[in-house]
Structures are given as structure tokens and as C-alpha cells.
């Protein structure tokens, strides 16, 4: 038997008899497993994202997102080039043609929408 709760739990019941617990070690199940709801809400995208040049070394900023344990992800054309729970960043410059973008991540799967592409201006 399946069933989803209110919640967004979903219970399953049958010969179930162990399963894993977060951790690795095995439970006891009673003919019962509960899977929890994970989060789905993506975390609001970075704004103001910004990019400077220093030499060969890139500096990418941005403001930061509203939530706990949000970390950001730093593309490079459609790479991800950093990761930082900082609002700036350092890449090494790899020529005139480099897009940068900024997009949030939750660490449960959920990512926020990208920055605007910004390119570093070059004196």
C-alpha cells in the first residue's frame, strides 16, 4: 500500500521488514516505511552580480539571497567554475569572450534562476 499525507509524506506498507536510516544503519521498519517531503521551494535568485579585473584574476560579486544554508554557484559560460557561500569570488580571467552568471543553491536539488550575464569591462 502507497500513500501520500497532507504533508507531502509518503508512507508505504507491506513486507517491509528493515530499512536505512539517514546515516547508514539499518532500522527496524514494522511493515512501514515514511519517506519525509523534501524541499521544493528553489531559493531566490542572486541579484546585482557584478564582475572586475585585477591582472589575469577575475572578481565576481553579487547581493545575496534571502534563506539559511544557501550557497552560490558560479558559471562561466554554462560551466560552474566556483562555489562559495560568499557573495564574490575569484576565477582565474580566461579571455574577452567570458560570460559570467550567478545562480543559489539550497543543497536539497533546488536552484534559484541565474543573474544576468555580466562580462568584466577591460581598460
Known sequence: AVEVAKDGTLWAGGSIQTSI???????????FARFAARPSRAPAAPTAAAVSLQGSTATVS?????????????????????????????????GPDDRFFVRASDGQGNWSASTRVVRAVRS
Open 21 to 31: 536510516r539517514e546515516g547508514g544503519s539499518n532500522q527496524f521498519s514494522g511493515g
Open 62 to 94: 553579487w547581493s545575496a539571497s534571502a534563506g539559511d544554508g544557501v550557497r552560490y554557484e558560479v558559471l562561466r559560460g554554462d560551466r560552474v567554475v566556483a562555489v562559495s557561500w560568499a557573495t564574490s569570488v575569484r576565477v582565474p580571467d580566461s
